[in-house]
């Protein structure tokens, strides 16, 4: 197995970071500092240099400093798949008659797009922001789980992302009175064949994941999970041919054109996917699940995750773990810093109290984090 480690990592204009920069060789690299510090802004740096739009989903221009010209950058010596790289990504400053283009480059050379990072390294995150995952919407778990499967095919997204311009091409087809049948059939054919493909992913990563889920289940100090794709599509796929599948949507997408077109949207497919996830020590949902032990189970969940990309990829993942730490009783951290060494993983970890990463050990190092400036302890 490869891990996935960052040695270098700069922010020039990225948040409240002007110009900022860290080096080192922990396996465990703890950022400390109050709140507001930064912390949270320095791992979303790092989160770009992975498909998407980072841990906070956020727009380009949002994470421009607002005391520079709107410009911004990140840049890594990360050693990963295929050994040491520089991979880096930002944006020029904006122009009024241009679109933001994020550029993306490894080894200073240009490439098409982030994805190409994830030939080097993969990438796993859990923030504050998904502690609401088992009792929030369902767009929000089918988004959680979509993050999971990129972490194993980082073509996940562009898949996703062709899916939802075809389904808009549609919805716009079907605003006009008079649309034209064929046409409307050959968008439902594109539609159909990429909704398969992106169902067909998620159902072979669900059915993994629930192997590496029940691998861990005595194992791991943190609660397993039992996990379900609701979803006809991700469950048809698993007993029939994705052909016969792909032709019975393309007939739902032809008769519910009416219906469509009055709702304004596509009324039936995977973009509507939802994720269920089972308490598996009580045997209840997650989302009657107290607090602590939806924050217990999300770990395990995110731990087994892991553990998946190493074994389908051979790549370790970096893990950027935002507050998880303390939120623990001391018992439960000691355990969750021996998981992960156990899995190898270089983790970058935040918090207010340094006291909560007096236990990462030898392999560990802290960060002093304030105003924007990054400092280690050594």
Known sequence: MTPSRIHRLTLTHFRNYRAAGLET???????????GAGKTNCIEAISFLSPGRGLRRATLEDVADNQGDGSWAVSAQVEGALGLATLGTGIDAPRSDAAVS???????EPVGSATAFGDHIRMVWLTPAMDGLFMGAGSERRRFFDRLVLAIDNEHSSRINALERSLRSRNRLLETRNYDDHWCDAIERETAELAVAVAATR?????RLTGMLNARAQASAFPSAQIALDGWMENALLTETATS????YRQILRDNRPRDAIAGRT???????DLQVIYAPKSMPARDASTGEQ???????VLAHASLVAEMTGIVPLLLLDEVVAHLDPNRRAALFDELRKLGAQVWLTGADPAAFAEIGAGGEVFDVESGQVSSRR
């Open 25 to 35: 060789a922990a396996d465990m690299v703890a950022l400390v500092g109050p709140n």
């Open 295 to 301: 924050k217990a189970l999300l770990i395990g969940l």
């Open 102 to 108: 994020r550029r993306c480059r490894i080894d200073r």
């Open 245 to 248: 599948v792909e032709d019975r």
């Open 203 to 207: 159902g072979q990563t669900a059915a």
């Open 267 to 273: 009324t039936d497919g995977p973009h509507l996917t």
